[in-house]
């Protein structure tokens, strides 16, 4: 498709196709599928056949070319005297004669080299001076004067067969280049004669008629009566012969034909088309049909493109002046589908949103593209209210609809009903939207960040909050901005806190130290929190009961902590301290201190009393660290049973010491004295329990047999017959085997009693 | 009671057996381990076992009804306690009771036991030496000091009945008009010493029926006969109590 024309003055023309070539042809516009390239003669050196044209013929030096294709070429339509126009000359050949040729106006000579590639193709012309056919003119004088005609000898008769006819014409000169027709003769293959009358001065023509058309074939000059000769090649003889005729002849053409069609279609094109003329000519045949091939595109260029057609010609290919004067088009011209998709984009390439509109569209029909430029505006608008508007809100989900629901508007044609109603109140909802979070995009950043801030400067608040309350550092999962603590709650919480007491805990204070940095920081990012007076409030009272002394509150809750421990180890104590988190801090740290003082109270209580008591250190720690622990009860109910069989109550107290009167240091200590003391009487109780145990096995081996044998022997007499003292034995005796094995030691002693004295009586 | 502080506890607690001869202080000691053999004793040491067998050929003589002849000098019986331990049981020798100060020796082992046990028999013919040993050891020992008085040969004094009535309540019963005054006297300064003492009744011998356990042999010898011993173990059991409270305990 790309071909190189040399011209008969030397010009040479590249022609390559461009990046809308199938476009135009597409559009049928032949002439502009390819585009022209004048080059100079160095540009296209080894593609051309060096020629020396002369009056007798052609001659070429073969260079590189092995081949050389020749087209015989005849102007104005006249037909070729030959059968094959278009003949191949070898290497063998380095020169060619017109006279050998049939008659034709121009040779065009394109050489091939080995491998078959064309060279530039070169036009020569026919040397004007020469007739086409050349005839012999011979004056007759005498009755039948005239100009005898004949073919030159040699000439091949056959081409005159082709003629449809031949004539002869006498042209008198009546004037200075003004002649009159007074003689046309048919003329045969063998000539015939011109009659003229002797005074004849003037021209005489042979013209051959072909297909309606006269060519002039050769002519003569006649003056009075005598052959002057013929006439020069360029001489006004032959122009004013072909004049008066109407007969065609060379016209001159430049260009091999090719060439010069599309020249003259694009000169043409151009003209009709506005461009100036002084723009129309072969120097800017370039920018002319890039011009062109534009307009065909309706791709619109500036007016002084018209005015100065090379400034178009400047890019070195069409696709770098596409992309130098719209930048957006190349690159959807390279992926669109076909020539009609391409000109629909140059058709719109001023559009703005072309490139939303093709991508939108997608590789598919102009119809797609046509409805997706309908629709493009809307569905930008909608883009941008989607980039603006958040998504996770009513306004963000209904763009979010929207789009979707046109989405394949370019495809199916289908549109969403009343889209300019529901796209004009989206856009007045957004605009009077005071949502809090902000719907907008970037004012939810804003927001968000706002928030952030705050957050961070309340969850420090509330962790410092925290710490004095409870003791502990919250662990803190990731932040939920919307998850806000409150300021008024934390104003509260701040309100409530005090300095805290003095305790007497010791030991290093990392958690003091946290807790100080937690207020500074607090005190620093003051402008994180919106302004406000729970803020200042906060602050306020962190620095006044935080900073003197953050230690305070660390060694504060390492005490609560000990007080819980030792609550959970000694739930009873606790309880009867009325442990338990009160909110009064103070109070909680009093309690606390208290029952661990208590504990250890317990604890040396416990080994001191221990080893004069029947019971173990551990064990005895525990009952004294217990109030109403369940011992104590059942201590106590021994010890009752113990004084009422042994007769004494051992000073044993009224009732169980089962808890301290009072939640005191001192009424513990008396408690835990009543403790030892209860137990005291319990060894003592069951010390004198065994020993009464002791005597009573005596006495049961020892006395009791002998007694009851004795009751046996009463209890076999009358009742009358047993004196007072039998009947106290009996009643002494019934007595104790009724008390079975814990016999009351009132019980023991009086059948002893009852027993010696029988045994007196005796 | 009082906070006391804890010492350090000691392995060894010496009880000091205290009284005139003849009073019965080893007749008493071997009854109450031949008897009840207590279950605090842990036999497996060597001088457990030693002494437990002296205590054995005591008691085996006294249950064939053979008489058991005096001490000459101290002896002492150690005894291993299950609570870790040991009891010494410092049989002192009766000779010298009259008068501490002729033996150091005693006067300071008895100054310096842990407890001590105080025995005194029925007032007659030894009436003199068992008052003038409670005496001297009221001067050495430590009114603080766990101690007992024994009053032994209950059995020739006293039926089982009135011993019973004694041993239930010494002091109630020594009231009575027909109570041995010297003995009553003996009791009442033992217990205004001691503010730990008690007074244990004891009978090695005890009674066969209604009649006691013994006869007078041709040398005017009391000897044994099928003894019945009773209420031996208390004074013992109340003395090893005592220590047990005392191992863990200084004022």
């Known amino acids: 498709m790309t071909w190189i024309d040399q011209s008969v003055a030397g010009e040479i023309l590249e022609w390559r196709p461009h990046l809308l070539s199938r476009e135009m042809e597409h559009l049928g516009l032949d002439h502009l599928v390819v585009e022209p390239l004048v080059l100079a003669a160095g540009e296209a050196g080894h593609r051309l056949l060096a020629t020396a044209a002369g009056p007798a013929g052609v001659h070429w030096t073969w260079g590189a070319f092995c081949r050389l294709r020749l087209e015989l070429c005849v102007e104005q339509g006249f037909p070729l005297f030959s059968d094959e126009p278009v003949s191949w000359l070898s290497k063998d050949r380095t020169e060619l004669r017109w006279a050998d040729l049939p008659p034709c106006d121009a040779l065009e000579l394109t050489p091939f080299d080995a491998a078959g590639a064309a060279g530039a193709t070169v036009r020569i012309s026919r040397p004007p001076g020469e007739p086409w056919i050349p005839f012999r003119f011979r004056y007759m004088g005498g009755r039948r004067s005239g100009v005898r005609l004949r073919p030159q000898p040699g000439t091949p008769l056959e081409r005159l067969d082709r003629l449809e006819r031949l004539e002869g014409v006498a042209l008198v000169q009546e004037g200075h280049d003004r002649f009159r027709r007074i003689r046309q003769v048919e003329l045969d293959r063998s000539g015939g004669l011109v009659p003229i009358p002797e005074s004849f001065a003037g021209l005489v023509v042979v013209l051959g008629i072909a297909s309606g058309r006269r060519r002039l074939l050769d002519c003569t000059t006649v003056y009075e009566l005598d052959e002057r000769g013929r006439p020069a090649p360029d001489s006004h003889e032959w122009f004013v012969a072909r004049r008066e005729t109407g007969s065609g002849g060379a016209t001159g053409q430049a260009w091999p034909a090719r060439t010069q069609a599309l020249l003259d279609a694009v000169f043409h094109e151009a003209a009709a088309a506005g461009v100036p003329a002084d723009q129309i000519r072969i120097e800017n045949i370039r920018g002319l049909n890039r011009l062109l091939v534009l307009r065909a595109c309706r791709l619109a260029v500036g007016p002084e493109a018209w005015t100065d057609v090379s400034s178009l010609a400047r890019e070195a290919s069409l696709a770098g002046l596409v992309r130098h004067l719209f930048p957006r088009l190349l690159p959807l011209l390279e992926t669109a589908a076909g020539p009609d998709e391409r000109l629909w984009l140059t058709a719109n390439a001023g559009h703005p949103d072309l490139e939303a509109i093709t991508a939108w569209a997608g590789a598919t029909a102009t119809g797609a593209l046509v409805r997706a430029r309908e629709l493009i505006g809307h569905r930008i608008a909608l883009q941008r209210l989607a980039a603006e508007i958040r998504p996770d809100c009513d306004e963000g989900r209904e763009i979010e609809a929207l789009l979707q629901e046109i989405e394949p508007f370019p495809q199916t044609g289908w549109r969403p009903a009343d889209l300019d109603g529901r796209l004009a109140s989206l856009r007045q909802r957004i605009e009077t939207s005071r949502a809090e979070p902000p719907i907008h995009r970037q004012k939810y950043q804003e927001w968000l960040e706002g928030q952030r801030r705050s957050r961070s400067w309340r969850t420090g608040i509330d962790d410092a909050l925290t710490f004095c309350e409870c003791g502990g550092w919250l662990a803190r999962s990731a932040p939920d901005l919307l998850d806000l603590p409150d300021l008024a709650l934390l104003l509260e919480r701040a309100r409530k806190l005090t300095l805290p007491p003095k305790t007497t805990e010791t030991g290093s204070e990392p958690d003091g130290k946290r807790l100080a940095s937690l207020v500074e920081e607090a005190r620093r990012h003051s402008d994180w929190e919106p302004s406000s007076r729970e803020r200042d409030e906060i602050l306020s009272c962190l620095e006044a009961t935080v900073l003197p002394s953050p230690a305070r509150w660390s060694l504060l809750h390492r005490l609560l902590r000990r007080g819980r421990e030792e609550a959970r180890r000694w739930p009873a104590m606790a309880g009867e301290l009325g442990m338990g988190a009160s909110g009064d801090l103070a109070g909680d740290a009093r309690r606390a201190q208290l029952l661990i003082d208590l504990i250890e109270g317990s604890q040396q209580a416990a080994r001191s009393y221990a080893p004069l008591l029947p019971i173990d250190a551990v064990e005895l720690r525990k009952v004294l660290a217990s109030p109403k622990h369940p011992s104590l009860g059942s201590v106590y109910h021994e010890c009752r049973k113990l004084t009422d069989r042994l007769g004494d109550d051992g000073r044993l107290p009224p009732t169980p010491p089962l808890a301290p009167a009072a939640p005191t240091r001192e009424a513990f200590r008396d408690w835990w004295q009543a403790v030892a003391d209860l137990y005291a009487v319990w060894a003592a109780l069951r010390q004198r329990a065994d020993d009464l145990e002791k005597q009573l096995e005596f006495t049961r081996t020892s006395i009791l047999p002998v007694a009851q044998e004795k009751a046996r022997r009463l209890t076999s007499l009358a009742e009358g017959e047993r004196s007072d003292a039998d009947r106290e034995l009996l009643a002494a005796l019934h007595e104790f085997e009724a008390a079975g094995r814990d016999v009351p030691a009132r019980v023991y002693h009086r059948f002893l009693e009852v027993w010696r004295r029988l045994e007196e009586a005796a | ?251």
């Open chain 2, 1 to 251: 009671m009082s906070n006391a502080a804890v010492a350090a506890e000691p392995t060894t607690r010496t009880v000091a057996l205290w009284g005139a001869t003849q009073v019965g202080k080893t007749t008493t000691l071997a009854a109450y381990f031949g008897k009840h053999r207590p279950a605090w004793v842990v036999r497996d040491d060597s001088d457990t076992r030693m002494s437990l067998r002296s205590f054995q050929e005591i008691w085996n003589a006294l249950q064939g009804n053979r008489l058991v002849p005096g001490t000459t000098m101290a002896i002492d019986h150690r005894l291993r306690h299950r609570e870790g331990f040991t009891v010494l049981f410092r049989d002192m020798h009766g000779g010298n009771a009259r008068n501490v100060l002729t033996s150091r020796e005693d006067a300071e082992a008895l100054y310096r036991a842990d407890a001590a046990m105080m025995f005194i028999d029925w007032p007659g013919t030894n009436a003199v030496a068992g008052r003038a040993a409670i005496e001297n050891a009221l001067q050495e020992l430590d009114p603080d000091r766990p101690t007992v008085l024994l009053i032994t040969k209950c059995e020739s004094h006293l039926s089982m009945a009135d011993f019973a009535l004694f041993a239930m309540d010494p002091l109630e019963f020594a009231q009575r008009q027909d109570f041995s005054r010297e003995l009553r006297e003996s009791m009442e300064s033992f217990t205004r010493h001691f503010r730990q003492g008690a007074v244990f009744p004891v009978t090695v011998y005890g009674w066969n029926g209604t009649r006691p356990a013994h006869f007078y042999d041709e040398f005017g010898r009391l000897v044994p006969w099928h003894i019945q011993p009773a209420l031996v173990e208390r004074p013992f059991e109340h003395i090893l109590g005592k220590l047990g409270q005392r191992k863990e305990v200084t004022p």
